[in-house]
């Protein structure tokens, strides 16, 4: 059976940053992709972030360049996915998931591809 928590979320006004953190525990060792997903009650659930294969990522456009997943984050054991949230915007407002699969393919917009999803730590951004 495979967990994933959540922590990190809070408050911040526009400009500011967060981190977020997703642990894994379970049968995490056939993993081959984990992602941070978002949502907010206007809008279906969206692909922000994904971390594939040895150390590729993939961003959503319109967080690419102020989104990153940390370079320690890793698929192999210990599971440890992050994602620094850098320069936010009252848009980026949201309930923020991490989810992860053990199949290929794991494609960013498609939350169908992900086997497995945390319960959302949320973001609020001011303006």
């Known amino acids: 059976q495979v967990q994933l928590v959540e922590s990190g979320g809070g408050s911040v006004q526009a400009g500011g940053s967060l981190s977020l953190s997703c642990a894994a525990s379970?049968?995490?060792?056939?993993?081959?992709?984990m992602a941070w997903f978002r949502q907010t009650p206007e809008k279906e659930r969206e692909g922000v972030a994904l971390?594939?294969?040895?150390?590729?990522?993939?961003?959503?456009e319109h967080v690419e360049g102020r989104f990153t997943i940390p370079k320690d984050s890793s698929l192999s054991t210990p599971i440890s996915l992050g994602l620094q949230m850098n320069s936010l915007k009252p848009e980026d407002t949201a309930v923020y998931y991490c989810?992860?699969?053990?199949?290929?393919?794991?494609?960013?917009?498609?939350?169908?591809?992900?086997?497995?999803w945390g319960q959302g730590t949320q973001v609020t951004v001011s303006s």
């Open positions: 971390l594939y294969g040895l150390d590729s990522t993939d961003y959503e």
């Open positions: 379970g049968n995490t060792y056939n993993f081959k992709c």
């Open positions: 989810a992860a699969s053990y199949i290929y393919p794991c494609r960013l917009g498609l939350q169908e591809d992900f086997e497995f």
